[in-house]
């Protein structure tokens, strides 16, 4: 079995008779402009001809990528996670792709010897999910996660990829994959944070800001800690972390909660050795292998240079466009209307979530204005002052995202412009409220 990096957390596995594609992310732009490659790819580099299968673990665009699925033959089935909606399966099918979605858990034949099993990160326990997000109803069956992991054997090796998922949710699918196979020969772990903390917090201090660094670094590298401590695989490989924003929002990459690549690994195998685990980092660039067989990789590791980072940043990421910057910019009253018209969904999930707390959302308006909801009425008001406001959720995005926004997420996903650091963020007490952002979610028309 052969690993290949070729992006983020785009890798391809090739065993004796198979080449699986993992999670396509090759282009510049996903999250609606905002995330970048670096080191930049050149796909014609990239050798997408004769790949058997396609594994997308979930939707977000640097994981499902329609730029790069254009470069892959039609004819290769995709496979992905039977979830409980179909929106994944939807938008692949659109591409012109034949989809395979597999149920929970059961092992799919790839070919002799051959198998992959996906399993849902809160391995199709819908409570696990709603536990963490409140979002739970009686009504729901099957996984409500985003996320998948998948597992792949060829009859002599067995490999992971765990892609984005959190240990807080994937605590109980990654027991059971132990448990299906106790010898584990390579890992792939995510180790970085893809949200808007600290980035984009629009009141931090200098300090402050370091703080919110350190903690959102800490708790990913935690995760992936506690991923590798149940799995203890022979070899792994931290991955899904080498973004940078592009475009107006640039400078927020100075804040970006990131660790170079090994000091993930000094870091992850310092914690293993408290814990008497002795397991094998690999660490791969772009288009670098990693051999099972003989346990060599292709290419000595080379270290990414902060400064050619930098200097990419501000010479080229910069001037990239958003796909929203050629919209005609919204009138205040053109988005107070969507607004009023986004609350019949919003109390729709107000009330699954039972929050009617006495905690203001606000989001900016063009005219320097603000739209205010309360949560005890939820009925959108224009305010011309905030500063006497209590207890609040701040939003501030650029007018022609929010309408978008506010029209749907077939325009713009709230998660994705969260992830996409495409807004400025406040809260009053500072505390991440995952009920808030579960309504926030549901605001649209």
């Not at 409140?134 to 090796?157: A, F, H, N, P, W």
């Not at 106790?182 to 402050?208: N, Q, R």
């Not at 205040?332 to 609350?343: G, V, Y």
């Not at 006497?388 to 325009?411: C, E, I, N, Q, Y």
Request: glycine residues 4%; proline residues 5%; hydrophobic residues 40%.
């Amino acid at each position: 079995m052969k690993i290949t990096k070729l992006g983020s957390a785009t890798v391809i596995i090739e065993t004796k008779n198979s080449k699986i594609l993992c999670d396509p992310w090759l282009t510049d732009g996903a999250y609606y402009g905002a995330w970048c490659n670096f080191p930049p790819i050149d796909l014609d580099k990239c050798n997408l001809s004769g790949i058997d299968f396609v594994y997308i673990s979930h939707i977000h665009p640097d994981h499902f990528d329609p730029k790069t699925m254009a470069h892959i033959d039609q004819s290769t089935p995709v496979l992905i996670h039977q979830y409980h909606k179909n929106i994944l399966k939807s938008n692949i099918e659109r591409l012109g792709f034949n989809v395979i979605e597999l149920e929970n858990g059961v092992p799919f034949s790839i070919d002799s010897n051959e198998k992959i099993t996906i399993y849902a990160a809160d391995n199709c326990d819908p409570t696990i999910c709603g536990y963490m997000f409140g979002c739970v109803t009686k009504d729901i069956k099957g996984s409500m996660q985003l996320d998948s992991l998948c597992v792949i054997e060829d009859g002599q090796y067995t490999l992971v990829n765990t892609n984005d998922c959190p240990f807080e949710i994937a605590k109980q699918a990654l027991i059971e994959v132990k448990r299906n196979h106790d010898l584990i020969d390579f890992a792939l772990v995510g180790y970085t944070s893809a949200s808007l903390y600290p980035h984009c917090m629009m009141e931090y201090s200098e300090a402050d800001m370091e703080l919110g660094i350190q903690r959102a670094r800490n708790k990913k590298l935690t995760s992936a800690l506690k991923t590798l401590s149940v799995l203890q695989p022979r070899f792994y490989m931290p991955f899904a972390g080498t973004y940078i924003l592009g475009g107006i929002n640039y400078e927020k990459n100075a804040n970006l909660p990131i660790p170079e690549m090994q000091d993930a690994v000094s870091y992850l195998q310092s914690e293993l050795n408290k814990l008497a685990q002795a397991l094998n980092p690999v660490l791969l660039n772009y288009l670098q292998s990693f051999d099972l067989a003989s346990e060599t990789q292709s290419q000595e590791y080379n270290p990414i240079s902060p400064k050619e980072r930098r200097e990419y940043i501000f010479n080229v990421a910069k001037n990239f466009k958003y796909d929203f910057e050629d919209d005609e910019y919204p009138t205040d009253n053109e988005l107070f209307q969507l607004f009023n018209e986004s609350m019949i969904r919003f109390k729709r999930k107000q009330l699954e979530v039972g929050l009617f707390e006495d905690v203001n959302l606000i989001f900016d308006l063009p005219s320097n204005s603000y739209i205010l909801i309360n949560l005890q009425d939820s009925i959108p008001k224009i305010v011309s002052d905030i500063e006497s406001v209590d207890k609040f959720h701040r939003f501030k995005l650029d007018p022609r995202l929010l309408k978008r926004a506010l029209t749907g997420p077939h325009m713009a996903n709230w998660n994705n412009i969260g992830i996409g650091a495409h807004l400025e963020f406040a809260r009053r007490p500072d505390l991440f409220r995952f009920d808030i952002h579960t309504l926030i979610n549901a605001m649209y028309i």
